[in-house]
């Protein structure tokens, strides 16, 4: 891929550090597919009867839809606008976020009533023993040495660098994997407490546990089907954290504001999914506005933030009520 290829990112070209940013991004994500495989097969040898362990298992599965989802959508967004679409593909990291969330979500409320099920059942698991280097061990020990060390990729490796990069690529299906990532260590310990629990006789935790697992699945899945949501209803932008307004607006405001020919503005914004498209409204202080000023905003606005790909200035007599004026709700 040349050099002009990897910068091209919708309509413009990615600012070094985003470009760094990015690359890292997908060497991460196609890490942790790598990472996550090599547990998942581990983890299968291991299994046994613990219904905790099994859903730990199918939860490790499922963490693949987000770095899956990211790199399909990475194909996509880097690609210049056209007349069938006009603002170009961005909307696929949105997309692939949705897709990702309905999976964690769907698999994640059967897991629950199936765990549910069992535990209100009675059900009774057993784990066996193994021969191990000529000595009969119990596998349950197995299964505790192996959560213990596979938890140590998502919470202290990858997940931590996802949660640095995803700022600043303004990714929310990367951070939304991060987080993911950085909470693995509940799905352990559950596990764990599930496996040691039928170890000494307590065989409701084994259940106990994995229901706590698949309800964290079910949070997961609610949580980034929500924020998926909202971004293609086209919903305010948002930090990729979501709890926040993103800053731009009011950089904005300011900047409009400190023009000599704007007596008012307001701003809508909508998150395309990493860039933004910004719909500025003006007020002008006379009668006629110069083309000239107005295209002067429009490139100053974009200077702003790699992140405005496509910027609309409109003179009007009197803002839109639903606009960003920067006085509040």
Same mark, same amino acid.
């Given at each position: 891929?040349?050099?002009?290829?990897?910068?091209?990112?919708?309509?413009?070209?990615?600012?070094?550090?985003?470009?760094?940013?990015?690359?890292?991004?997908?060497?991460?994500?196609?890490?942790?597919?790598?990472?996550?495989?090599?547990?998942?097969?581990?983890?299968?040898?291991?299994?046994?009867?613990?219904?905790?362990?099994?859903?730990?298992?199918?939860?490790?599965?499922?963490?693949?839809?987000?770095?899956?989802?990211?790199?399909?959508?990475?194909?996509?967004?880097?690609?210049?606008?056209?007349?069938?679409?006009?603002?170009?593909?961005?909307?696929?990291?949105?997309?692939?976020?949705?897709?990702?969330?309905?999976?964690?979500?769907?698999?994640?409320?059967?897991?629950?009533?199936?765990?549910?099920?069992?535990?209100?059942?009675?059900?009774?698991?057993?784990?066996?023993? +193994?021969?191990?280097? &000529?000595?009969? #061990?119990?596998?349950? %020990? @197995?299964?505790? $040495?192996?959560? =213990?060390? !596979?938890?140590? /990729?998502?919470?202290?490796?990858?997940?931590?660098?996802?949660?640095?990069?995803?700022?600043?690529?303004?990714?929310?299906?990367?951070?939304?994997?991060?987080?993911?990532?950085?909470?693995?260590?509940?799905?352990?310990?559950?596990?764990? +407490?599930?496996?040691? &629990?039928?170890? #000494?006789?307590?065989? %409701? @935790?084994?259940? $106990?546990?994995? =229901?706590? !697992?698949?309800? /964290?699945?079910?949070?997961?899945?609610?949580?980034?089907?929500?924020?998926?949501?909202?971004?293609?209803?086209?919903?305010?932008?948002?930090?990729?954290?979501?709890?926040?307004?993103?800053?731009?607006?009011?950089?904005?405001?300011?900047?409009?504001?400190?023009?000599?020919?704007?007596?008012?503005?307001?701003?809508?914004?909508?998150?395309?999914?990493?860039?933004?498209?910004?719909?500025?409204?003006?007020?002008?202080?006379?009668?006629?506005?110069?083309?000239?000023?107005?295209?002067?905003?429009?490139?100053?606005?974009?200077?702003?933030?790699?992140?405005?790909?496509?910027?609309?200035?409109?003179?009007?007599?009197?803002?839109?009520?639903?606009?960003?004026?920067?006085?509040?709700?």
């Amino acid at each position: 891929m040349t050099e002009t290829k990897a910068a091209q990112f919708g309509r413009t070209d990615l600012p070094e550090k985003q470009q760094r940013a990015l690359k890292s991004a997908i060497r991460w994500e196609i890490f942790t597919m790598c990472y996550t495989g090599m547990t998942i097969t581990v983890v299968a040898f291991v299994l046994g009867g613990s219904q905790a362990m099994r859903t730990a298992w199918i939860e490790d599965m499922l963490s693949l839809t987000p770095q899956v989802a990211f790199l399909v959508a990475m194909i996509f967004v880097r690609r210049r606008p056209t007349r069938r679409h006009p603002y170009g593909l961005h909307r696929a990291m949105g997309v692939g976020h949705m897709v990702a969330g309905v999976a964690l979500l769907v698999i994640g409320l059967n897991l629950a009533v199936e765990s549910t099920i069992g535990l209100v059942s009675g059900e009774h698991p057993t784990i066996g023993t +193994v021969k191990l280097f &000529g000595h009969t #061990v119990w596998l349950g %020990w @197995l299964m505790v $040495a192996v959560m =213990v060390v !596979i938890v140590v /990729g998502p919470v202290f490796i990858y997940g931590p660098a996802k949660a640095r990069l995803a700022p600043v690529l303004h990714n929310k299906l990367l951070y939304a994997d991060a987080d993911m990532a950085k909470a693995d260590w509940q799905t352990n310990a559950a596990s764990i +407490v599930g496996v040691l &629990g039928i170890g #000494v006789g307590w065989w %409701w @935790l084994d259940g $106990a546990a994995a =229901v706590f !697992i698949s309800l /964290g699945i079910v949070w997961d899945g609610f949580r980034n089907t929500k924020g998926a949501l909202l971004d293609l209803m086209d919903q305010r932008a948002a930090t990729p954290d979501d709890k926040h307004a993103h800053p731009v607006a009011n950089e904005i405001l300011t900047l409009l504001h400190a023009q000599s020919w704007v007596a008012d503005a307001a701003v809508r914004i909508r998150d395309l999914g990493q860039v933004l498209h910004v719909e500025a409204f003006v007020v002008p202080t006379g009668r006629k506005v110069r083309v000239a000023e107005v295209d002067a905003a429009s490139e100053a606005i974009a200077r702003l933030d790699w992140k405005v790909q496509d910027v609309v200035v409109i003179p009007v007599s009197q803002l839109p009520q639903e606009a960003d004026d920067g006085r509040g709700e």
